[in-house]
Nanobody, 127 residues
Framework: QVQLVESGGGLVQAGDSLTLSCAASGRTFSIYTLAWFRQTPGKEREFVAS????????VYAESVKGRFTISRDNAKNTASLKMNSLTPEDTAVYLC????????????????????WGQGTQVTVSS
């Protein structure tokens, strides 16, 4: 299995930037896609961004496109989510997830497609 640990969350002001990190361990050689989701109480878990581990192809949700950047360092088994121009609407628990063998593009956006999840890190953006 793969273990994931997120870090970097915190309390920031609107307009600020914040970078989240995801450290992977275990069977990291099996990672095919890594994604960030976010969860707000009372709402469905929302896809934020994803990156293919080999090749680095990225996909972003429309709500964050142009503001967030996902990246990864295969050698260090880490991934980052750089978040710029944060607004209170970005407040959520951000979770890192990996899948070992996604077959279809549409599966990127479904929580059930992912095999392993981190514990999440809280991001709070004040007005």
């Amino acid at each position: 299995q793969v273990q994931l640990v997120e870090s970097g969350g915190g309390l920031v002001q609107a307009g600020d930037s914040l970078t989240l990190s995801c450290a992977a361990s275990g069977r990291t050689f099996s990672i095919y896609t890594l994604a960030w989701f976010r969860q707000t109480p009372g709402k469905e878990r929302e896809f934020v961004a994803s990156i293919r581990w080999s090749g680095g192809s990225t996909v972003y949700a429309e709500s964050v496109k142009g503001r967030f950047t996902i990246s990864r360092d295969n050698a260090k088994n880490t991934a980052s989510l750089k978040m710029n121009s944060l607004t209170p609407e970005d407040t959520a628990v951000y979770l890192c997830a990996v899948d070992e063998n996604l077959s279809f593009y549409s599966q990127l956006f479904e929580t059930t497609s992912y095999d392993y999840w981190g514990q999440g890190t809280q991001v709070t953006v004040s007005s």
